[in-house]
């Protein structure tokens, strides 16, 4: 694939819609947008201003798409989009920007910006101005299968280990099977306590499910990088799989894009709706509760807080489940300043994490999350994202702070109501 | 030109001109826009969500906590222009005089000792919002010369109508010729800067919350 400036010019062109004109047509520059992102509000630099990032597409749009653009460009007077310019761009587009929505939230004009950034993508990946860490996690799922390189081998190690560990059978490539449990790279290598959670709960809860060795990677790093095609391709392989087997749910799990991807994008990325449903685990595991079949015992007595995953929470509308699920596990639960669909961002959504360039970036854009933790003062917290886990780890341990990272289906499972079959 | 012959230019042909090209403009960007349309969403909305774009082209109007905090000035010198310029715009006698004229319709108009009150609030507002707009990093990153011109056309014909009733420094009639230029000037270049927002704002916030609400999120 060689990228090319007319291609990232054309891509431009193609994502080009009437929500994106009245976005443009309505910014009057007023500058709030920069004080809902956490990359202008931990550094101070103007040119985080979210709306900032989408210059070069909105001078494709003004160029373009308006009759005094036209005729500036009949006449001369406008300089076109160059190269350079997007190249530019790349850092703002995708080293400063996690895809959280927050500044869509915000907007007074009411500008998705996030719908922007994220059309905005497909020119800066198709002109070749993607980061190398986001390629590169890109190009491993599509010739190995997942971004972390992960492949089935993996994955049956950790299915054994699980297995070990809970006296329970993992089932795999079972046809017919009620939902098919997806996971990402990140619980397979670092969190397999995930997978061994679900094993847990769903044997208590009679849940008929599996997995599949065909499709098991969730993670779509081609919503990140902003290529249609790839991303087509990595969701083709889970609908194909979940068709095949015939089951009537997709289970997407504690991983923010992956959700994005599968239950938003997906449908649209292959050009029709899907032959089964897209749960997120906390959607289903907040059902089951409240159909009586997951039994929980005993709660947490320390203080715990809630990381809402942006993917999850904000842009997934999964917002009031995790809340009642920790209701039931947790006996201090509390909440941060912003939390909710107005939580701030971990820095490491969209890709930033995969970006090695970015690092520097989001680890000073990880004040605003230790501002929301040391405001609360706790020393657990709680999220649903994998990806979400690992960055906190990180700035935790970058800030010496002294706070416990949990998944929250694990913390579940931990307190499942003793059951015989379970261990 | 004697000042006479400019008023009744200004509320002659120049009227008709300026309000020719706004609207001429203003339907040519709505044009513009919606002949884009939209892909169809074939992902299953949470919930059938009748109304949401509507809902949020209201609800958008009240920030959130957080965003009061952080954007306090903003907001608040936001509001107090907006409101004060509808004020004047729609409830001063001569203005609601001419709509009848134009349109047939009209309506009871506010005191005018109460509208002049409003007219200097809202000059002040605008002043401080060019003053944020130039002190403050972010604003002063953002803005180029479409920012600082929509400023001038949209002070100017508040500045000329207060010192028109006021009779200040210049003759009453030159004033209030000068004063229907300035607005019709503000229509002429209203359609081609951000001006467009004062409608294309209800368009963006109308895809905005249906975007958001098919995820089942009010936004």
């Given at each position: 694939m060689s990228a090319t400036l007319e291609k990232g010019l054309n891509a431009f062109r193609e994502v080009m819609d009437a929500p994106i004109a009245s976005f443009f047509s309505s910014c009057v520059h007023c500058g709030m947008c920069a004080d809902a992102c956490l990359f202008y509000t931990e550094t101070g630099d103007p040119k985080y201003t979210p709306i900032h990032k989408l210059e070069p597409l909105r001078r494709v749009w003004q160029q373009e798409y308006t009759l005094p653009g036209r005729l500036g460009r009949l006449l001369g007077l406008s300089r076109p989009v160059s190269d350079d310019e997007l190249k530019d761009w790349s850092e703002l587009v995708y080293d400063s920007c996690t895809l959280c929505g927050r500044c869509s939230m915000v907007c007074p004009v009411g500008n998705d910006i996030t719908y922007m950034v994220r059309k905005m993508r497909e020119g800066m990946s198709a002109a070749g101005h993607a980061p190398e860490g986001v390629i590169g996690a890109t190009k491993r799922t599509i010739e190995l299968g997942s971004p972390m390189g992960v492949k089935l081998p993996a994955l049956q190690a950790q299915i054994r280990g699980q297995e070990a560990e809970t006296g329970l059978t993992i089932p795999i490539d079972v046809q017919g099977a009620d939902y098919m449990a997806l996971l990402s790279s990140m619980e397979i290598i670092n969190f397999p306590e995930y997978l061994g959670a679900l094993a847990r709960i769903f044997q208590q809860a009679g849940v008929s499910w599996t997995l599949s060795s065909e499709a098991f990677?969730?993670?779509?790093?081609g919503i990140q990088i902003g290529a249609s095609d790839i991303a087509r391709e990595i969701v083709a392989r889970i609908v194909t799989a979940a068709e095949k087997l015939q089951v009537k749910n997709v289970i997407s799990p504690e991983c923010g894009h992956a959700f994005t991807a599968l239950r938003w994008e997906g449908p649209n990325l292959i050009g029709r709706p899907y032959k089964f449903q897209v749960v997120h685990i906390l959607e289903l595991l907040d059902e089951l509760r409240r159909s009586g079949r997951l039994k929980t015992s005993g709660k947490e007595d320390a203080a715990l807080t809630f990381h809402d995953p942006c993917q999850i929470v904000r842009r997934g509308g999964v917002v009031a489940q995790p809340r009642a699920l920790l209701g039931e596990v947790a006996r201090d639960f509390r909440e941060m300043p912003d939390h909710g669909v107005m939580n701030w961002c971990c820095g490491g959504g969209g890709g930033v994490s995969a970006n090695e360039r970015a690092e520097h970036l989001r680890l000073t854009s990880f004040k605003r999350k230790k501002a929301q933790l040391d405001a609360l003062g706790v020393e657990t917290m709680v999220t649903a994202c994998a990806n979400c886990r690992i960055v906190l780890e990180e700035g935790l341990e970058h800030y010496n702070m002294n706070v416990k990272v949990v998944g929250l289906t694990e913390l579940v499972a931990e307190h499942l109501m003793e059951q015989e079959g379970g261990k | 030109m004697s000042a006479m012959e400019l008023l009744l230019w200004a509320r002659g042909p120049g009227l008709a001109i300026a309000a020719a090209v706004f609207l001429f403009g203003m339907t040519l960007r709505l044009i513009e826009i919606y002949s884009l349309g939209r892909k169809r969403d074939l992902a299953v909305p949470r919930s059938q969500t009748p109304g949401s774009g509507w809902r949020t082209i209201f609800s958008r109007s009240l920030p959130h906590a957080d965003t009061w905090r952080r954007s306090t000035l903003t907001i608040v010198a936001g509001f107090v222009f907006h409101i004060g310029l509808f004020v004047v715009l729609l409830f001063l006698l001569p203005h609601i005089e001419l709509i009848r004229a134009l349109t047939g319709l009209s309506w009871p108009a506010l005191p005018t000792p109460l509208v002049d009150l409003a007219t200097v609030i809202t000059l002040i507002a605008l002043v401080v919002i060019l003053v944020s707009r130039l002190l403050d990093p972010v604003k002063r990153f953002l803005s180029g010369f479409g920012d600082y011109l929509a400023w001038t056309v949209t002070f100017l014909p508040l500045l000329t109508g207060y010192m028109a009733y006021h009779h200040l420094l210049l003759d009453y009639t030159l004033l209030l010729a000068l004063h229907i230029l300035s607005a019709e000037l503000l229509l002429v270049v209203f359609p081609f800067t951000k001006l467009t927002h004062t409608f294309t704002l209800f368009i963006a916030r109308w895809y905005n919350g249906d975007i958001a609400a098919r995820k089942g999120v009010a936004s």
């Open positions: 990677e969730a993670t779509n790093s | -």
